[in-house]
């Protein structure tokens, strides 16, 4: 059921994407840093004294890379969103509301992850999050990917990069 298959540059599809896009990154990335920033306290010792394993990336990389991935995000979030809003049959509109509802409750799960990892340090918790993060990506980019490809395949760098976190947070439950 690929909906949205024309291209994205024909004007009754990019009329209003770009605010869309920059109101969904904006927000997303906002909501990221809060969530990181709500968990920060005193992580640092903590962190500092955690058994990692050798493929632990330095800290500073962090930082960037979620603000990459919280900008792609936004741009999927943004084309499903623009779909709503210039498709006129229902069932699509449905279907990419549903897409919304899905999105939004992987969001969640996405923002709880830092502040069970970092702020509660509960290693074990935050495991069981992130394969429930993991899951829910996977449903999000194949419910997106039959809307528009484009909004799935923006979702692709943060699946594999959520993927290497698992098994980071995997491998420090086990080390620890």
Do not use: E
């Not at 709500?38 to 960037?64: A, E, I």
């Not at 692709?156 to 990069?161: G, H, M, R």
């Amino acid at each position: 059921m690929q909906t949205h298959s024309g291209p994205h540059n024909t004007s009754s599809f990019k009329n209003g994407l770009w605010w869309k896009i920059l109101i969904c990154s904006l927000g997303i990335l906002g909501l990221g840093t809060l969530s990181g920033l709500v968990s920060m306290g005193n992580f640092q010792v903590w962190y500092n004294t955690l058994n990692k394993p050798f493929f632990t990336p330095p800290n500073w990389l962090f930082g960037p890379a979620w603000s990459v991935l919280y900008i792609l995000m936004g741009g999927s979030l943004a084309i499903i969103w623009q779909i709503i809003s210039i498709s006129r049959y229902p069932t699509i509109i449905k279907f990419a509301k549903r897409g919304l509802i899905i999105f939004l409750i992987h969001l969640l799960v996405n923002l709880a992850w830092s502040p069970i990892f970092f702020g509660l340090q509960m290693t074990g918790l935050a495991l069981v999050v992130i394969f429930i993060m993991l899951a829910l990506i996977i449903i999000l980019i194949r419910h997106f990917y039959r809307l528009d490809r484009l909004s799935a395949f923006l979702l692709i760098p943060y699946l594999l990069w959520v993927s290497f976190a698992t098994a980071l947070n995997l491998a420090i439950v086990v080390l620890n």
